[in-house]
């Protein structure tokens, strides 16, 4: 062989000796300019690459911190040796009002609605920035009584004007509280179904007291400004009267329901403060009690049509019936809280406030987000809400951005009552499937991480995307608007598209407005976003989805 053949095939060699990927021993990290010398970070509750651990065939499965297990469970052993009973449990749910409308999240102040005492307890509980609800009102609330999403529970949409579909028949928290000894109260907001199975009293709440449909129910078609067509027509007017639905504040025991006044455009101001005064009289009614309490109280404001009353009228500097409704809800939230403290329940009270959903964008004026959609849709705008946990000397003052889905209040709420792990599976009939995760540890440890691994997205019956830390694709999405090209659009006048060409997803830190695409730079994050919707998708073989409420 030539010198310069050798020289050649020496050269050959090297070449592929160079090309040819290095032993997985040595597969190092680097760039198009080389190996880089960066260390690198984990960071908590970032679970994307990791397995989570499955603890019943009828639950969800969780990402484990057995310390922070401990953590939690030690402080709620030393509680209910100091009170003699297990913690009560307050749950505020506003309607309608978005991520951003509370100072906590950015706005207050700076959107002409201040909120100091939300504010407040926010920063010296646990805010989580991550909070999911459902796109619409009754969805939510029905999965937080009931520890499912809707494709489980079935109530897909808000059941209006006497329609049929609601909580009858399904295992809810307030039943289950009730079972271990809780006094179970519900305020306010119920919106869960007015056939006789799917009433509070049925459900589980020893009392309740509030309207039981959907809110501008009761104001819309008076107002002879914003529905001349019906206010304006005797006719039309009287048959609104004749819907089969209860127009009346209803107070409900076991029993039935026993109407208490109307709602007009009158009473329908003090709504929200004859509310409270029932829940604190409530409050201070069980200071005294061996048993411990359990409630929900769920807000009128701020859904529109808003009327605020003569005290909080142009009390916002933004001076808008929305931002007056903000200011009141700040001053719900309170007293509610100042209840509990000059009764002497507030270190033994979890305090739990968030939104049904985020803001409602087709009647103006309505709530803030910084993120793309509105309300109806699952665009973060629409379901991502402000949420924060407060619990006096429980709960270390933090903000955390470790997921957090409505559905785990169920299994949570259980938590504190005693109820934990697989056992929460086995208070539910073997066909029902529990969607929630146990989150006690994630808020009353000090480490702070969520126990959940992802956020599942439904839209009706759609599966419409999956969130794992901070990536989300999407596979059905709502464009509001590609019907209406003007006017106020969003989630409910807008189309659905359930076909977006398997690429869309979304870096939600460096993108939360939803507007850039990163799926075709990313696929191996999107690989397990793919997998983790696979998966569910074999929950729902084994747990079919609950098709009353289907839209034909």
């Known amino acids: 062989m030539s010198l310069r053949a050798i020289r050649v095939l020496s050269l050959a060699l090297a070449l592929l000796l160079w090309a040819a990927p290095a032993p997985a021993e040595e597969n190092i990290r680097g760039s198009a300019t080389g190996p880089t010398t960066a260390k690198g970070y984990n960071h908590p509750n970032q679970y994307i690459h990791m397995n989570p651990t499955a603890i ?76 999911y609800s459902q796109p619409s009102c009754s969805p939510t609330r029905a999965t937080i009584l009931t520890g499912q999403l809707p494709v489980h529970h079935g109530v897909l949409y808000p059941p209006m004007y006497g329609q049929p579909g609601g909580l009858d028949g399904a295992v809810t928290v307030a039943q ?30 020893d009392d309740f007291y509030g309207f039981l449909s959907v809110s501008d129910m009761y104001s819309e078609w008076r107002d002879v400004y914003f529905n001349p067509e ?40 003090d709504l929200d403060q004859d509310w409270l005064a029932y829940s604190e009289k409530f409050i201070h009614k069980m200071a005294k009690s061996p048993k411990p ?4 109280h769920g807000t009128r404001g701020c859904h529109f049509d808003n009327y605020p009353n003569d005290h909080y009228a142009g009390l916002s500097a933004a001076r808008t019936v929305y931002s007056d409704c903000m200011i009141e809800m700040d001053d719900v939230v309170g007293r509610l809280v100042k209840a509990l403290e ?17 803001p409602e964008g087709e009647v103006d004026p309505y709530g803030r987000t910084p993120f793309r959609g509105y ?53 539910v009939p073997k066909d029902r499937y529990i969607d929630g995760i146990d989150q006690a ?46 006017g106020w659009n969003a989630g409910f006048s807008g189309a659905i598209m359930d076909k977006t ?37 074999a929950v729902l073989k084994k747990f079919p989805p609950k098709l009353d409420m289907a839209r034909k």
């Not at 509280?177 to 459900?203: A, C, F, I």
């Not at 000059?342 to 985020?358: A, P, Y």
């Open 56 to 131: 019943a065939p009828n639950m969800e499965p969780v990402m484990p911190h057995p310390d922070q297990d401990k953590q939690a469970r030690a402080k709620l052993a030393a509680l209910e040796k100091k009170y003699g009973k297990k913690p009560n449990i307050l749950i505020v749910v506003l309607d309608d009002v978005g991520w951003m409308d509370p100072g906590f999240n950015g706005g207050g102040v700076a959107v002409g609605n201040a909120t100091p005492k939300m504010d407040k307890l926010a920063g010296e509980g646990l805010i989580l920035t991550s909070a």
């Open 441 to 486: 540890s994630f808020l009353l440890g000090n480490e702070q991480l969520s126990n959940r691994r992802s956020v599942l997205y439904w839209m009706f019956l759609n599966f419409a995307a999956v969130r794992m830390d901070e990536f989300k694709l999407h596979r059905v999405v709502q464009v509001t608007d590609a019907i209406n090209q003007k």
């Open 176 to 205: 289950l509280l009730h079972d271990r000894g809780y006094v179970t109260q519900g305020v306010g907001k119920w919106h869960m179904g007015e056939n006789d199975g799917s009433l509070p009293q049925n459900v589980g709440f």
């Open 230 to 269: 019906i206010a304006l027509s005797p006719d039309r007017f009287k048959a609104m009267q004749n819907l089969p639905f209860n127009p009346n504040v209803v107070h409900c025991e076991k029993g039935g329901c026993k109407n208490v006044r109307l709602i007009d455009l009158s009473s329908i101001k």
């Open 501 to 537: 060409g398997g690429m869309v997803m979304y870096n939600l830190y460096t993108n939360p407005q939803e507007d850039a695409s990163i799926g075709i730079r990313h696929i191996p994050m999107q690989s397990y976003l793919e997998a983790e919707m696979k998966r569910y998708a």
């Open 342 to 358: 000059d009764t002497g329940q507030l270190e033994n009270t979890l305090v739990f406030f968030t939104s049904d959903n985020g």
């Open 293 to 296: 309490f359990f409630l929900y």
């Open 375 to 427: 309300k109806g849709t699952t665009w973060e705008g629409g379901v991502r809400v402000p949420t924060f946990v407060y619990w006096k000397g429980m709960i270390n003052p933090g903000k955390s951005e470790g997921l957090f889905d409505m559905a785990d209040l169920f299994p949570t709420t259980l938590s504190l009552a005693g109820v934990t792990g697989a056992d929460i599976g086995k208070l």
